[in-house]
């Protein structure tokens, strides 16, 4: 049950630009989170955002969240060449369902040209 | 610090073969999950457990089982193994006492069925 749809799937940029990607979902949450993961390895919890908070700061990332529009937004400001990865946005949907479920999107992948 | 491991990073078997996959995280996480990674479908639940000895199936059990004996391990099996089993396999964990349900994860196992 595919939940959020990241958009682009890829993208390319150069070092010190600025990475935007997107992410959408179908049905009301709790919390939306975002997650990396370098080539061939486990995913690692960047940031979380809750349902009723709009825009959240950990270092170089910013995660907006829109629930009018079941919609989020990760910024990489001044990107590295370490920023290299696949990015998930993870939904924590509002359901009488499993309690923890995480709904994965496909991820965006990220390539940073140095 | 979540400490997640897997037991193997690269396993190759042959078709027919009974296959386990083990996981072990040091963090008393009463949650844990199995999934497959594969491009283009991005990560897909397998199964999943709340508790010791309980477990849930999650989006595509099929040709799989696990077993959860006690808290810290969840196994992953293939009962014979084909060659669409083909895949990277993601262990994670999290608390039920954290309402947020952040997962961690481990480094993956990337399982060959020739």
Redesign the interface.
């Known amino acids: 049950?595919?939940q959020g749809e990241e958009d682009p799937q890829a993208l390319s940029i150069q070092e010190g630009e600025n990475a935007t990607m997107n992410c959408s979902y179908k049905t009301s949450i709790?919390?939306l989170?975002w997650?990396r993961q370098n080539s061939?390895?486990?995913?690692?919890?960047l940031i979380?955002i809750?349902s009723n908070e709009r825009e959240k700061h950990s270092g170089r990332l910013r995660v907006t969240l829109d629930t009018s529009k079941k919609s989020s937004s990760l910024l990489i400001t001044a990107s590295r060449a370490a920023d290299t990865a696949s990015y998930?946005c993870?939904t924590?949907p509002i359901y009488g369902g499993?309690?923890?479920?995480?709904i994965?999107?496909?991820?965006t992948k990220l390539s940073v040209k140095p | 610090d979540v400490k997640?491991t897997q037991s193997s990073r690269y396993l190759v078997k042959r078709t027919g073969e009974k296959v386990f996959l083990e996981c072990v995280q040091d963090m008393d996480h009463e949650?844990m999950?199995w999934?497959r990674q594969d491009p283009?479908?991005?990560?897909r639940?397998i199964y999943?457990s709340?508790d010791v000895k309980m477990k849930?199936k999650?989006?595509i059990p099929e040709g799989y089982s696990v077993s959860r004996e006690k808290k810290e391990r969840f196994s992953l099996i293939l009962e014979s193994a084909s060659t669409n089993q083909t895949s990277?396999y993601?262990c994670?964990s999290?608390s039920?006492k954290r309402?947020?349900?952040?997962?961690?994860?481990?480094?993956?196992t990337?399982l060959t069925v020739t």
Not at chain 2, 40 to 43: F, W
């Open positions: 049950s595919q709790n919390n989170q997650y061939g390895r486990g995913l690692v919890h979380l809750r998930f993870a924590d499993s309690q923890g479920n995480l994965f999107g496909k991820g | 997640v949650n999950f999934y283009g479908l991005g990560l639940l999943f709340y849930e999650g989006d990277m993601l994670a999290s039920s309402a947020t349900y952040e997962q961690y994860f481990g480094p993956g990337r």
